[in-house]
């Protein structure tokens, strides 16, 4: 038995599609009792590298090791010791809740008698015990996830994937969902999960960017914030292409995105106000605030996380109409 | 097995959630048998009731055939669902998935034969046990040949667009081969090579020695060829659920 092992470990990790390199190359190391994120725009590889990792496809290349076994060669192994909930829903819809996590028991080896007991304590947990005999179909969006997160939970894993599990929820439900994930993280166990929800991304121990099938950032939300140190300055002028143009003729790089101009600055209170008195456009909103994790990704890519329910944090400082 | 067992409950909880597939299934060969066996028997030589006798056996084997390759099709929407992806990372053999669901389509298929059985009197057909516990193994055997065909055919498919085709330029044919309907002996010499590779016509065939006491085939080169088929096909499933996704 190797006690030292890593929860996830990839090497020079590589997927391709017939056509698409969906994976160039991960290493990727999670530890044990972490929860870990992994950021990245659509298409960039998040589910492709989740699928490996949860048997569920072969790798092109290199290797994976999931609790310390190899997810090509120790399947069953890897397969025992977690929990996945998929991006896609996977229900049985015209089954009750109970019966969707009693079957689960039973594929993961429970007797009967074991499934039904299991399948009780996990109802109480998740809140679902009211809602046990109604159809799969018949639950609100929100239930839905949570009997996904159930269904997870079933087998008793080391670790948990987690893609984009809380996708199309309410801010109520993102909460209670992610209270129970905290929950099983506090008894040691590992958590690595993707989001579009960067508030969520926040509380992670560590992230991963990835794009394109590379990672291209990793660290604790606060080191990568501090990678572009100092802080962000977000312009909504009348005419944000000429504004563009002119702040790079002066030594600036602006990177438009859909929140409007966003201008990188180590110290962006000493930088605006010039900045508005000189530049030629009429500057209709300017905010400063604590670099995000989307502006770490911008930076990073010159283009955003496509995140478009994000909510951008509290600015620092609000000039309307300021000229 | 391990998880066998979870499979094949996993099917009957949701036939049984399905009344519609439940009983169109049974309607469906109770239609085959009167039509068939009036229309057709009016103007055969062996005689109206001698003629219900004969297809007797061909109208289980349609009817065994398409609902066991019908609850085998379900796979596919498995697959879109997406129950199937949180079957396929659970611990579970894949022999155990494969073999599991060709047993849970030969029990879907078994219900409604088996209630097909009950005309049996009523046709003026009336066998000793022996005979009639002779009828039911073939009956099994046909049904887990018929099974194994559809999980394999539909473990492959992503898309329930290909069900028409497969049904219409695979099982039709199949079925009109098999001399479900006419005696093989009769058949023209083409008709009965071609027979010779139909798995529908040996099921057919050990069906109707149960029923009648006469066999095209030998009963040892039927249960020899069905053997044959249901391993081969079992595999070739097994095969597909082990690459999971990448399928
Ligand atoms: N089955 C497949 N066949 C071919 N290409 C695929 C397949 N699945 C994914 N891809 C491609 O691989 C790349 C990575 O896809 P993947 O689903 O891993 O992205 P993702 O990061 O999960 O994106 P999203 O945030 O939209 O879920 C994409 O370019 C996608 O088009
Ligand atoms: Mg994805």
């Given at each position: 038995m190797n006690m030292q092992y890593a929860a996830i470990e990839t090497r020079d990790l590589s997927k391709r599609y017939e056509k698409v390199e969906a994976l160039r190359g991960i290493d990727l190391t999670v530890n044990a009792g972490e929860m870990f994120a992994l950021l990245g725009p659509n298409g960039a590889g998040k589910t492709t590298l989740f699928s490996i990792l949860a048997t569920l496809r072969k790798p092109s290349g290199g290797e994976a090791r999931v609790m310390g076994f190899d997810?090509?060669?120790e399947r069953a192994a890897v397969r025992q010791r977690m929990g996945i909930v998929f991006q896609e829903p996977a229900l049985e819809q015209k089954l009750s809740v109970r019966d969707n996590l009693l079957l689960m028991g039973l594929f993961y080896g429970l007797s009967m008698k074991a499934a039904r007991v299991r399948t009780g304590e996990i109802m109480e947990t998740l809140g679902l015990t009211d809602i046990a005999a109604r159809q799969a179909q018949k639950l609100s969006g929100g239930q839905k996830r949570r009997l996904e997160l159930a269904r997870s939970m079933v087998p008793n894993p080391d670790i948990l994937f987690l893609d984009?599990?809380?996708?199309?929820?309410?801010v109520d439900a993102r909460r209670s969902f992610w209270a129970q994930v905290r929950q099983f993280v506090r008894s040691g166990r590992t958590v690595f999960f993707t989001t579009h929800y960067m508030e969520e991304a926040e509380v992670a121990d560590r992230i991963a960017l990835i794009n394109e099938g590379r990672i291209i950032a990793l660290g604790t939300p606060r080191e990568l914030k501090d990678r572009i140190g100092g802080g962000v300055i977000l312009l909504a002028t009348e005419d944000d292409v000429r504004a563009c143009a002119w702040l790079m003729q002066h030594g600036h790089k602006p990177e438009a995105s859909e929140r409007g101009i966003v201008l990188v600055s180590t110290e962006p209170a000493a930088v605006l106000p010039a900045l508005l008195t000189t530049l030629p456009v009429k500057t209709l909103r300017a905010e400063v605030h604590e670099p995000s994790l989307e502006d770490v990704f911008l930076t990073l890519t010159?283009?955003?996380?496509?995140?478009?329910e994000a909510v951008p944090p509290k600015p620092a400082l609000i000039m309307g109409g300021a000229r | 097995m391990k998880g066998l067992f979870a499979v094949i409950m996993l099917d009957l909880k949701r036939l049984q959630t399905d009344r519609v597939r439940l009983i169109s299934s049974l309607i469906q060969p109770l239609l085959y048998l009167f039509v068939l066996g009036s229309g057709l028997g009016a103007s055969s030589v062996l005689g109206k009731g001698r003629y219900i006798q004969y297809i007797f056996p061909g109208v289980l084997g349609l009817s065994l055939l398409f609902s066991a390759v019908f609850a085998a099709m379900l796979i596919v929407f498995d697959r879109q669902i997406g129950f199937l992806k949180a079957v396929l990372v659970a611990p579970v053999p894949r022999t155990a998935i494969a073999i599991g669901k060709v047993l849970s389509g030969a029990i879907q298929a078994l219900v409604p034969a088996v209630v097909l059985l009950i005309f049996l009197p009523l046709l003026g057909m009336h066998m000793g046990w022996l005979r009639f516990l002779g009828l039911l193994g073939a009956m099994v055997i046909a049904a887990i040949t018929f099974s194994a065909l559809g999980v394999a055919t539909a473990?492959?498919?992503?898309?329930?667009?290909?069900f028409p085709i497969i049904s219409n330029a695979v099982l039709l044919p199949m079925f009109f081969l098999s001399g479900a309907l006419y005696p093989l002996a009769d058949a023209p010499h083409w008709l009965k090579i071609l027979a010779h590779f139909d798995p529908v016509a040996y099921a057919v065939d050990l069906m109707r020695g149960a029923v009648l006491d006469t066999t095209f085939f030998p009963v040892w080169l039927s249960l020899a060829v069905l053997t044959g088929f249901i391993t081969t096909l079992t595999w070739l499933a097994t095969r597909v659920f082990a690459s999971g996704e990448d399928a």
């Amino acid at each position: 038995m190797n006690m030292q092992y890593a929860a996830i470990e990839t090497r020079d990790l590589s997927k391709r599609y017939e056509k698409v390199e969906a994976l160039r190359g991960i290493d990727l190391t999670v530890n044990a009792g972490e929860m870990f994120a992994l950021l990245g725009p659509n298409g960039a590889g998040k589910t492709t590298l989740f699928s490996i990792l949860a048997t569920l496809r072969k790798p092109s290349g290199g290797e994976a090791r999931v609790m310390g076994f190899d997810v090509m060669r120790e399947r069953a192994a890897v397969r025992q010791r977690m929990g996945i909930v998929f991006q896609e829903p996977a229900l049985e819809q015209k089954l009750s809740v109970r019966d969707n996590l009693l079957l689960m028991g039973l594929f993961y080896g429970l007797s009967m008698k074991a499934a039904r007991v299991r399948t009780g304590e996990i109802m109480e947990t998740l809140g679902l015990t009211d809602i046990a005999a109604r159809q799969a179909q018949k639950l609100s969006g929100g239930q839905k996830r949570r009997l996904e997160l159930a269904r997870s939970m079933v087998p008793n894993p080391d670790i948990l994937f987690l893609d984009e599990a809380t996708l199309g929820l309410d801010v109520d439900a993102r909460r209670s969902f992610w209270a129970q994930v905290r929950q099983f993280v506090r008894s040691g166990r590992t958590v690595f999960f993707t989001t579009h929800y960067m508030e969520e991304a926040e509380v992670a121990d560590r992230i991963a960017l990835i794009n394109e099938g590379r990672i291209i950032a990793l660290g604790t939300p606060r080191e990568l914030k501090d990678r572009i140190g100092g802080g962000v300055i977000l312009l909504a002028t009348e005419d944000d292409v000429r504004a563009c143009a002119w702040l790079m003729q002066h030594g600036h790089k602006p990177e438009a995105s859909e929140r409007g101009i966003v201008l990188v600055s180590t110290e962006p209170a000493a930088v605006l106000p010039a900045l508005l008195t000189t530049l030629p456009v009429k500057t209709l909103r300017a905010e400063v605030h604590e670099p995000s994790l989307e502006d770490v990704f911008l930076t990073l890519t010159g283009k955003g996380l496509d995140n478009g329910e994000a909510v951008p944090p509290k600015p620092a400082l609000i000039m309307g109409g300021a000229r | 097995m391990k998880g066998l067992f979870a499979v094949i409950m996993l099917d009957l909880k949701r036939l049984q959630t399905d009344r519609v597939r439940l009983i169109s299934s049974l309607i469906q060969p109770l239609l085959y048998l009167f039509v068939l066996g009036s229309g057709l028997g009016a103007s055969s030589v062996l005689g109206k009731g001698r003629y219900i006798q004969y297809i007797f056996p061909g109208v289980l084997g349609l009817s065994l055939l398409f609902s066991a390759v019908f609850a085998a099709m379900l796979i596919v929407f498995d697959r879109q669902i997406g129950f199937l992806k949180a079957v396929l990372v659970a611990p579970v053999p894949r022999t155990a998935i494969a073999i599991g669901k060709v047993l849970s389509g030969a029990i879907q298929a078994l219900v409604p034969a088996v209630v097909l059985l009950i005309f049996l009197p009523l046709l003026g057909m009336h066998m000793g046990w022996l005979r009639f516990l002779g009828l039911l193994g073939a009956m099994v055997i046909a049904a887990i040949t018929f099974s194994a065909l559809g999980v394999a055919t539909a473990a492959r498919f992503k898309s329930t667009t290909v069900f028409p085709i497969i049904s219409n330029a695979v099982l039709l044919p199949m079925f009109f081969l098999s001399g479900a309907l006419y005696p093989l002996a009769d058949a023209p010499h083409w008709l009965k090579i071609l027979a010779h590779f139909d798995p529908v016509a040996y099921a057919v065939d050990l069906m109707r020695g149960a029923v009648l006491d006469t066999t095209f085939f030998p009963v040892w080169l039927s249960l020899a060829v069905l053997t044959g088929f249901i391993t081969t096909l079992t595999w070739l499933a097994t095969r597909v659920f082990a690459s999971g996704e990448d399928a």
